[in-house]
T-cell receptor
Framework: GAVVSQHPSRVICKSGTSVKIECRSL??????MFWYRQFPKQSLMLMAT?????????EQGVEKDKFLINHASLTLSTLTVTSAHPEDSSFYIC??????????????FGPGTRLLVL | AQKITQTQPGMFVQEKEAVTLDCTYD???????LFWYKQPSSGEMIFLIY??????QNATEGRYSLNFQKARKSANLVISASQLGDSAMYFC????????????FGSGTRLSIRP
């Protein structure tokens, strides 16, 4: 099956610093990638939809200047949390979809990145 | 607007018994897809089963089946012969084809299997 990786799997940073999370589709080309955030014991909340070569579409309430998303190639999307604060501590999960997935059943999820901001 | 509702925050089931996890949804679109995902403590999202809005038969995947009642807008997950490894969070989700195919998730149900 299709594989999506995320790096790093876990990161601890100081408040005020920026953190970059990578999402890669390893064996397929992903025209669309999605970024989710999950707080403890809560559901996944969609942050933004990213299409290769174009600007990301952010969900209501998500600050685009704080959560920078770049989808520079068909296999890589990055999420940068700028000027991180303790309240940004969360589990960040990406998912990737191929063009076929627009009519197909599934997206493919990465394993997630746990971010802890001290 | 789309909405997914899971009314069972937690459930306990005896091993080998069947369990039904409830899910209702709301959408104004005619074309949509419904999913169930399992999330163990490791955090990975494991796809279990899918039901398209135009599928006439209920989806089945091994021990998983989806009880799709379109008129009631419900898509309950049935797990037969539960196993200890089934203990996890379960999320119902929906994809609306008119909204860039993004998936939205319900609040989840934590299933615990008793030996």
């Amino acid at each position: 099956g299709a594989v999506v990786s995320q790096h790093p799997s876990r990161v601890i940073c100081k408040s005020g610093t920026s953190v970059k999370i990578e999402c890669r589709s390893l064996d397929f080309q992903a025209t669309t990638m999605f970024w989710y955030r999950q707080f403890p014991k809560q559901s996944l909340m969609l942050m933004a939809t990213s299409n290769e070569g174009s600007k990301a579409t952010y969900e209501q309430g998500v600050e685009k200047d704080k959560f920078l998303i770049n989808h520079a190639s068909l296999t890589l999307s990055t999420l940068t949390v700028t000027s991180a604060h303790p309240e940004d501590s969360s589990f960040y999960i990406c998912s990737a979809a191929t063009s076929r997935a627009l009519t197909k059943e599934t997206q493919y999820f990465g394993p997630g990145t746990r971010l802890l901001v001290l | 607007a789309q909405k997914i509702t899971q009314t069972q925050p937690g459930m306990f089931v005896q091993e080998k018994e069947a369990v039904t996890l409830d899910c209702t949804y709301d959408t104004s679109d005619q074309s949509y897809g419904l999913f169930w995902y399992k999330q163990p403590s490791s955090g990975e999202m494991i796809f279990l089963i899918y039901q398209g809005s135009y599928d006439e038969q209920n989806a089945t995947e091994g021990r998983y089946s989806l009880n799709f009642q379109k008129a009631r807008k419900s898509a309950n997950l049935v797990i037969s012969a539960s196993q200890l490894g089934d203990s996890a969070m379960y999320f119902c989700a929906m994809r609306d084809y008119s909204s860039a195919s993004k998936i939205i998730f319900g609040s989840g149900t934590r299933l615990s299997i008793r030996p």
